[in-house]
């Protein structure tokens, strides 16, 4: 019976696969409606996407199959979208950061301004994750930081060992030099001596136990929370940039896609204009959070001042080290850091809001957009193959050289981009893309938001509150992907039912789907951290349990203070009120 369970459990997927359409069938058989059939069609990807049983950007490819309105000319359409391409530009400019290790450069240069004492290890840590996360996804930046987050506690550690062993053992031979004087003295002080030696030797052996214990538990904490600040901080990170991380794509895809006529209103310089200062605040939280449960709240003994012992000197010097194997900084990385401050100043200034952006007075023509926030990332793309690696030389410099003379690589190589480009996030989008367009035209998210009607007599805070709980809570099991994708249709078409702002639900439940702090399973930052074995499960939900309540109401209170003064959230708007009507 065992090995039967076994063998069942090892075939776990092929049996999925077979079974969760034919388990759902009858809802499109027996209602036989465009919702039952929408309904259908977001179950079987629901469900194939949180089992994986197939990989999620395969199971992606079902909804040319299974659209119960569109012919699959129309549904495929949706898979490659402007928002796709503003998710290549910017991973593209993320790869060429991370080939040329400058994403390390600038997380070393930071660490080694605000010093190793613990408290300002966690403050280091979590702000040049979150700066890094910000722009290249948050699993490269969780596997670049965390091993350096490590050699710093082992060298703090070791270094404490070493000035303890010194301590004991000078204080052993301040004890030798004491019993040589009292043997003069005879037989019967020899002998009493004798005990003192004893008992002497016993305390010695007591004090580097206790020391030694004292030093594992305080290094371990330390480890812990470390682990802990790079993967949170990961995440968080994310929420503060479109391109940071998938949801917040998906959201403006989608809301573009829904409502046609929403003007724009999220680009990348709104997004970040209410995100980051939210991000700021997460973080903060996230920091005394994990202070008080790792190294206690003596902020003053934490932060101390500067360097104050050789221990944290040896330990500063782990980290000045790795940056000095770095080098001077190379051509190719001066070039990639230019065209990225590059882009993010033509993102910002594209479309400000509070003026008129370079995009509307150079490239508008009536009320046409020729330019979006995925033309200038493919831009910059495009210059990073195109600009070379390495300066340029004469033909006699070349020759001097010997050899076959070769033109220097580009910034940025398609094998390089071959190797590192998760093409799979791109199918996901896609995929996603075209399930919330099937769910509009079939008006299931139509049926499911007007059921959700007996909302209206909450508050609208009380509303935005309560799903991001049930999206931060549900995305601990299923991926952010999953989670938008199937969320955002149902909440658009539940704030035209109830007469609110669609960004006042969508826009928090967004950023909620990147709460995911509680289980190693359920983002990737996670799983790296666990990995390293310094963490059990229960840590990380002890943990992550309270960052997910303080990430939801300050989602909230930014979303109820400058968010509703930025997107107008407090009227309902005409371009929502002209759209989602249903078929």
Same mark, same amino acid.
């Given at each position: 019976?065992?090995?039967?369970?076994?063998?069942?459990?090892?075939?776990?997927?092929?049996?999925?696969?077979?079974?969760?359409?034919?388990? !759902?069938?009858?809802?499109?058989?027996?209602?036989?409606?465009?919702?039952?059939?929408?309904?259908?069609?977001?179950?079987?990807?629901?469900?194939?996407?949180?089992?994986?049983?197939?990989?999620?950007?395969?199971?992606?490819?079902?909804?040319?199959?299974?659209?119960?309105?569109?012919?699959?000319?129309?549904?495929?359409?949706?898979?490659?979208?402007?928002?796709?391409?503003?998710?290549?530009?910017?991973?593209?400019?993320?790869?060429?950061?991370?080939?040329?290790?400058?994403?390390?450069?600038?997380?070393?240069?930071?660490?080694?301004?605000?010093?190793?004492?613990? !408290?300002?290890?966690?403050?280091?840590?979590?702000?040049?994750?979150?700066?890094?996360?910000?722009?290249?996804?948050?699993?490269?930046?969780?596997?670049?930081?965390?091993?350096?987050?490590?050699?710093? =506690?082992?060298?703090?550690?070791?270094?404490?060992?070493?000035?303890?062993?010194?301590?004991?053992?000078?204080?052993?031979?301040?004890?030798?030099?004491?019993?040589?004087?009292?043997?003069?003295? /005879?037989?019967?002080?020899?002998?009493?001596?004798?005990?003192?030696?004893?008992?002497?030797?016993?305390?010695?052996?007591?004090?580097?136990?206790?020391?030694?214990?004292?030093?594992?538990?305080?290094?371990?904490?330390?480890?812990?929370?470390?682990?802990?600040?790079?993967?949170?901080?990961?995440?968080?990170?994310?929420?503060?940039?479109?391109?940071?991380?998938?949801?917040?794509?998906?959201?403006?895809?989608?809301?573009?896609?829904?409502?046609?006529?929403?003007?724009?209103?999220?680009?990348?310089?709104?997004?970040?204009?209410?995100?980051?200062?939210?991000?700021?605040?997460?973080?903060?939280?996230?920091?005394?959070?994990?202070?008080?449960?790792?190294?206690?709240?003596?902020?003053?003994?934490?932060? /101390?001042?500067?360097?104050?012992?050789?221990?944290?000197?040896?330990?500063?010097?782990?980290?000045?080290?790795?940056?000095?194997?770095?080098?001077?900084?190379?051509?190719?990385?001066?070039?990639?850091?230019?065209?990225?401050?590059?882009?993010?100043?033509?993102?910002?200034?594209?479309?400000?809001?509070?003026?008129?952006?370079?995009?509307?007075?150079?490239?508008?023509? /009536?009320?046409?957009?020729?330019?979006?926030?995925?033309?200038?990332?493919?831009?910059?793309?495009?210059?990073?193959?195109?600009?070379?690696?390495?300066?340029?030389?004469?033909?006699?410099?070349?020759?001097?050289?010997?050899?076959?003379?070769?033109?220097?690589?580009?910034?940025?190589?398609?094998?390089?981009?071959?190797?590192?480009?998760?093409?799979?996030?791109?199918?996901?989008?896609? /995929?996603?893309?075209?399930?919330?367009?099937?769910?509009?035209?079939?008006?299931?998210?139509?049926?499911?938001?007007?059921?959700?009607?007996?909302?209206?007599?909450?508050?609208?805070?009380?509303?935005? =509150?309560?799903?991001?709980?049930?999206?931060?809570?549900?995305?601990?099991?299923?991926?952010?992907?999953?989670?938008?994708?199937?969320?955002?249709?149902?909440?658009?078409?539940?704030?035209?039912?109830?007469?609110?702002?669609?960004?006042?639900?969508?826009?928090?439940?967004?950023?909620?789907?990147?709460?995911?702090?509680?289980?190693? =399973?359920?983002?990737?930052?996670?799983?790296?951290?666990?990995?390293?074995?310094?963490?059990?499960?229960?840590?990380?939900?002890?943990?992550?349990?309270?960052?997910?309540?303080?990430?939801?109401?300050?989602?909230?209170? !930014?979303?109820?203070?400058?968010?509703?003064?930025?997107?107008?959230?407090?009227?309902?708007?005409?371009?929502?009120?002209?759209?989602?009507?249903?078929?």
């Amino acid at each position: 019976m065992a090995e039967f369970r076994e063998w069942l459990w090892a075939h776990r997927n092929y049996f999925l696969i077979v079974l969760i359409p034919l388990l !759902a069938l009858p809802l499109p058989l027996v209602i036989n409606t465009s919702e039952a059939k929408g309904g259908y069609a977001i179950i079987l990807m629901a469900l194939y996407w949180c089992t994986e049983c197939i990989p999620p950007p395969a199971a992606a490819h079902l909804t040319a199959l299974t659209d119960p309105i569109l012919p699959p000319p129309q549904v495929c359409m949706h898979y490659l979208k402007d928002i796709n391409m503003l998710f290549v530009g910017g991973l593209l400019v993320a790869v060429a950061v991370e080939s040329c290790n400058l994403h390390k450069r600038i997380a070393l240069r930071v660490l080694l301004l605000v010093g190793v004492r613990p !408290a300002l290890l966690l403050i280091g840590f979590m702000s040049v994750t979150a700066f890094l996360s910000m722009w290249i996804s948050n699993t490269a930046t969780t596997s670049m930081m965390l091993p350096i987050a490590h050699a710093v =506690v082992k060298q703090l550690s070791d270094t404490e060992e070493q000035a303890d062993a010194r301590e004991l053992g000078q204080a052993g031979r301040d004890n030798q030099a004491l019993e040589l004087s009292e043997l003069r003295e /005879g037989k019967q002080a020899k002998a009493a001596q004798g005990k003192v030696e004893t008992c002497s030797v016993e305390d010695g052996e007591s004090e580097a136990e206790r020391r030694r214990k004292a030093r594992e538990e305080k290094y371990k904490s330390l480890s812990k929370g470390l682990s802990l600040c790079v993967c949170y901080s990961a995440s968080i990170g994310g929420t503060a940039t479109l391109t940071g991380t998938t949801p917040n794509l998906i959201l403006k895809g989608q809301l573009d896609s829904l409502f046609p006529g929403n003007k724009d209103v999220i680009n990348f310089a709104s997004w970040f204009a209410f995100a980051f200062p939210n991000m700021l605040m997460m973080l903060v939280c996230a920091w005394l959070w994990l202070q008080c449960m790792y190294l206690g709240f003596n902020l003053r003994k934490s932060l /101390g001042c500067g360097l104050q012992n050789a221990r944290d000197h040896e330990a500063y010097q782990v980290m000045r080290n790795e940056y000095r194997k770095l080098g001077a900084m190379t051509y190719a990385e001066a070039n990639v850091l230019a065209l990225f401050s590059l882009l993010v100043a033509l993102w910002f200034t594209r479309e400000p809001g509070f003026m008129p952006g370079w995009a509307s007075l150079l490239f508008n023509k /009536g009320n046409q957009t020729y330019v979006t926030d995925s033309t200038v990332a493919i831009l910059v793309a495009l210059l990073l193959f195109a600009l070379p690696s390495q300066i340029i030389r004469s033909p006699l410099e070349s020759r001097k050289e010997g050899g076959k003379v070769k033109a220097p690589p580009g910034l940025l190589t398609w094998q390089v981009v071959h190797e590192r480009m998760p093409w799979n996030i791109i199918l996901l989008l896609g /995929g996603g893309f075209a399930l919330a367009h099937g769910s509009e035209k079939s008006s299931l998210s139509l049926w499911l938001g007007n059921s959700l009607t007996p909302l209206q007599n909450i508050p609208p805070f009380g509303i935005s =509150v309560l799903l991001c709980l049930l999206v931060a809570t549900f995305t601990e099991c299923s991926s952010n992907v999953a989670t938008t994708t199937l969320f955002l249709p149902i909440l658009a078409s539940m704030a035209i039912s109830i007469k609110i702002h669609p960004l006042y639900v969508m826009l928090p439940c967004t950023i909620s789907a990147s709460l995911a702090f509680m289980l190693p =399973v359920a983002t990737a930052p996670n799983a790296i951290a666990f990995s390293y074995g310094n963490l059990k499960v229960i840590d990380m939900a002890k943990a992550g349990f309270m960052l997910n309540i303080i990430g939801v109401f300050t989602i909230n209170l !930014a979303l109820n203070t400058w968010g509703a003064a930025m997107f107008g959230l407090n009227e309902f708007p005409s371009w929502a009120n002209a759209t989602m009507t249903g078929p």
